[in-house]
């Protein structure tokens, strides 16, 4: 079965400007989670959205949003683009279990590699 | 406050040298610990530990998880320069993962 897909697989953007980045989970996975990696911090949590309701949510300013439509794909927003925001953004899909139910790994997808200029 | 800290932040070694990876954890309700491997763009999947005590192992590569000290390591025998990547580890605890920053471990020839 298809894996994880992200797309745009990169990206440049100037400084002010917003940009939406998409996640299509593994078919049946209704999680979808992203995260935002750069050399200096490595892998930092963004959000969790599971059926359409953010779950989860890092420590990332009000300009970084995103939402999960009624297919489970996913979409990042951030406005207002900084330097500061150039990174490889990868989204994970799992299966999420109830406690007492089966264990699951996070599935990633290829990114998309940001840079703001 | 849960997280995953790992250690060391990053290691060089030779071919053939053996290494150990470390990752502790504070995560409420711990389900499992995973360890990834992420060498250009998407981590990819190694272990998922969930009992103390019992060691996975493929290949060169081998976890174990102490889930009364809350950590675990990741070993890797006779390393080879293909080897080199940034390893990660995940507490999960039903409700999300945790991360840790990751080990970047440099093999070189």
């Known amino acids: 079965k298809a894996g994880v897909t992200q797309t745009p697989r990169y990206l440049i953007k100037t400084r002010g400007q917003q940009v939406t980045l998409s996640c299509s989970p593994i078919s049946g996975h209704r999680s979808v989670s992203w995260y935002q990696q750069t050399p200096g911090q490595g892998l930092q949590f963004l959000f969790e959205?599971?059926?359409?309701?953010?779950?989860n949510k890092g420590n990332f300013p009000g300009r970084f949003s995103g939402r999960q439509f009624s297919n489970s794909r996913s979409e990042m927003n951030v406005s207002t683009l900084e330097l500061g925001d150039s990174a490889l953004y990868l989204c994970?899909?799992?299966?999420?279990?109830?406690?007492?139910?089966?264990?699951?790994?996070?599935?990633f997808g290829q990114g998309t590699r940001l840079t703001v200029v | 406050e849960d997280k995953v800290v790992q250690s060391p932040l990053s290691l060089v070694v030779h071919e053939g040298d053996t290494v150990t990876l470390n990752c502790s954890y504070e995560?409420?309700?711990?389900?499992?610990l995973l360890w990834y491997k992420q060498e250009k763009k998407a981590p990819t999947f190694l272990f998922m530990l969930t009992s103390s005590g019992i060691e996975k192992k493929s290949g060169r590569l081998s976890s174990i998880l102490d889930k009364k000290e809350l950590f675990s390591i990741l070993n890797i025998t006779a390393t080879q320069t293909g080897d080199s990547a940034v390893y990660l580890c995940?507490?999960?605890?039903?409700?999300?993962?945790?991360f840790g920053s990751g080990t970047k471990l440099n093999v070189k020839p």
């Open positions: 995560v409420t309700n711990f389900r499992s």
């Open positions: 994970a899909s799992s299966l999420l279990w109830s406690p007492g139910g089966g264990d699951t790994e996070a599935f």
């Open positions: 995940a507490g999960y605890n039903f409700n999300k993962f945790y």
């Open positions: 959205y599971f059926s359409e309701t953010q779950r």
